[in-house]
């Protein structure tokens, strides 16, 4: 079932707008009720104000009015396995379980599959500001 994340994830990372870092990103997101929404890095000359391709992914989901993921793959053309930045999960644990499922992809395919908790084991909740 995941590998359609991987393809909507790849196929964001096609249409990346790179020309400053030359590093395309593909991400895409499962919502609870299955639906999928995916992003891709959109640069800006004025550093840094471009968006990683997991918050695109993540405006799309939550403009279609979602607001909980289920897991996530993440693609760059560059680098095998290229985990979220910092930015990102953090963006992510706003909107996952401990448990929410991430899998880091190469062009073959996943490789590597961890949680939110690997990723961010000690992420800021937002039950401490309510």
């Known amino acids: 079932m995941a590998h359609d ?3 909507a994830a790849r196929t964001a990372m ?9 590093f395309p990103v ?6 609870d009720d299955g639906s999928v929404y995916s992003g891709a890095n959109i640069e800006n000359i004025s550093f840094p104000e471009g968006w ?3 918050t695109t992914a993540i405006s799309h989901m939550v403009m279609a009015g979602q ?3 289920r897991e ?4 760059a053309q560059k680098l095998a396995l290229c985990p979220p930045c910092g930015g990102c999960r953090q ?6 379980d401990a448990d929410t499922k991430i899998y880091l992809c190469d062009e073959a395919g996943i490789q ?3 949680t939110i908790a690997d990723l961010l084991p000690h992420s800021f909740q937002t039950e401490a500001i309510g």
């Open 112 to 114: 590597k599959t961890m």
């Open 72 to 75: 996530v793959a993440v693609i």
């Open 14 to 22: 096609a249409r990346a707008h790179a020309p400053y870092s030359k």
């Open 26 to 31: 593909g991400a895409a997101i499962r919502t």
């Open 52 to 54: 990683c391709a997991e």
């Open 67 to 69: 607001h909980k993921i």
């Open 91 to 96: 963006r992510l644990a706003e909107f996952s």
């Open 5 to 7: 994340l991987f393809e």
